[in-house]
């Protein structure tokens, strides 16, 4: 069975480092592109960036561009978001989602269940 | 690259069939054949509903259909029920940066 499964909720004070993590289950990962997706309180969706599982090629959304770093360990199946400094502003549900190795393939056949991030002092 | 656009909600009565639209530009929608719509509850995470515009993975209810026309793309569900009351989410393929755009989502409401 296919399954992604993320890493606990965190609770940081602004301009702490983080790290969560999505570990993917049932298919090898090297194989596809993982992305990551925002989505802040009672708000929509929003593209962040994807990394292939190779880790040879990693796009970012010009609004998430130098704010995050996406990484992947294809030796244990999971990829990774991670902030060095982060903001108040970054409090929202991050979703990592599979994608198939195809140009234009739809952003999650598979989704992780979320892991809520809180920025608060 | 803004969001795509989707009305903020639309609501019918159990049976009926409703359409959310998903408007986009020239640069995405217009461009590609590679828009996905997702469903979403409460608390949980998105659920993959069409891909390539009118696909349905396996397992999704062929009460869910997609169509596009130039730049807007529409999600219509049929005989709706009210397990179909959730948020939905378009998203498009771009080809450059940002490679994907979302919609500002929907909310479904069943009377």
């Known amino acids: 069975e296919v399954q992604l499964v993320q890493s606990g909720a965190e609770v940081k004070e602004p301009g702490e480092s983080l790290k969560i993590s999505c570990k993917g289950s049932g298919f090898n990962i090297a194989t596809y592109w993982i992305a990551w997706v925002r989505q802040m309180p009672g708000k929509g969706l929003e593209w962040m960036g994807l990394?292939?599982?190779?880790?040879?090629?990693?796009r970012y959304s010009p609004s998430f561009q130098g704010q995050v770093t996406i990484s992947v360990d294809n030796s244990i199946n999971t990829a990774y978001l991670q902030w060095n400094s982060l903001k108040a502003s970054d409090t929202a549900i991050y979703y990592c989602?599979?994608?198939?190795?195809?140009?234009?393939?739809?952003?999650?056949?598979?989704w992780g269940q979320g892991t809520l991030v809180t920025v608060s002092s | 690259q803004s969001a795509l656009t989707q009305p903020a909600s639309v609501s019918g009565s159990p049976g009926q069939s409703i359409t959310i639209s998903c408007t986009g530009t020239?640069?995405?929608?217009?461009?590609?054949?590679?828009v996905s719509w997702y469903q979403q509850y409460p608390g949980k995470a998105p659920k993959l509903l069409i891909h390539?515009?009118?696909n349905r993975p396996s397992g999704v209810s062929t009460r869910f259909s997609g169509s596009k026309s130039g730049n807007t793309a529409s999600l219509t569900i049929s005989g709706l029920q009210a397990e179909d009351e959730a948020d939905y989410h378009c998203?498009?393929?771009?080809?450059?940066?940002?490679?994907?755009?979302f919609g500002t989502g929907t909310e479904v409401t069943v009377l």
């Open positions: 390539d515009v009118s």
């Open positions: 990394i292939s599982g190779s880790a040879s090629d990693t």
């Open positions: 020239s640069r995405d929608v217009g461009a590609y054949n590679y």
């Open positions: 989602a599979r994608r198939w190795a195809i140009t234009g393939a739809p952003l999650g056949d598979y």
């Open positions: 998203n498009s393929y771009t080809g450059s940066s940002p490679l994907y755009v």
